[in-house]
């Protein structure tokens, strides 16, 4: 039974990956590019064809991709998280895990890929709500104070006294 159950999920393996709701980037250790699922290909705007047998590290040179996990996940054989900026300006959230073989070496590193421009976009409008918010408290304040002065009339003719 355990073997059938391994025989199923190998052969929808490239459905399931699909069926993700976060962008998957897989890549081995030396950092060829294996497998992006679709929500990646969305995300990105670049296809399978595009990645496929591509080394990470030309991609960055290449200025697709402003960082990458790869190098660091291999480096340490730890997960990690980094934001990355696209050309488009999108901004995606990775995180990245290793994956180890049976003898403990570690042989791929998949990478998810979720787009936070929204949520950026939405802090930064927040930020300038806030300053705005700020300054008319300030205004405020200052005209309060103002309001409660006692004032001398000005006045220079003894008329007007």
């Given at each position: 039974m355990a073997c059938r159950s391994s025989e199923l999920?190998?052969?929808?393996?490239?459905?399931?990956?699909?069926?993700?709701?976060e962008g998957v980037f897989i890549s081995d250790a030396a950092g060829t590019s294996l497998?992006?699922?679709?929500?990646?290909?969305?995300?990105t705007g670049l296809t399978q064809e595009q990645l496929r047998g591509k080394n990470v590290r030309?991609?960055?040179?290449?200025?697709t991709f402003?960082?990458?996990?790869?190098?660091e996940i291999v480096r340490t054989g730890k997960p990690c998280?980094?934001?990355?900026?696209?050309?488009?300006?999108?901004?995606?959230?990775?995180?990245?895990f290793p994956v180890?073989?049976?003898?403990?070496?570690?042989?791929?590193?998949?990478?998810?890929?979720?787009?936070?421009?929204?949520?950026?976009?939405?802090?930064?409008q927040v930020s300038g709500q806030c300053k705005l918010i700020?300054?008319?408290n300030d205004q405020?304040?200052?005209?309060?104070?103002?309001?409660?002065?006692?004032?001398?009339?000005?006045c220079t003719s003894p008329a007007m006294r």
């Open positions: 999920l190998s052969k929808h393996v490239e459905r399931i990956l699909d069926a993700l709701p497998r992006v699922n679709r929500m990646y290909e969305q995300l030309d991609l960055v040179q290449e200025g402003d960082c990458i996990l790869n190098p998280t980094h934001v990355q900026q696209l050309k488009d300006g999108k901004k995606l959230v990775l995180t990245g180890f073989d049976a003898r403990g070496d570690l042989c791929l590193v998949v990478t998810f890929a979720r787009d936070i421009t929204l949520l950026v976009q939405l802090q930064d700020d300054q008319i405020l304040a200052y005209i309060t104070n103002e309001g409660n002065k006692v004032r001398e009339p000005v």
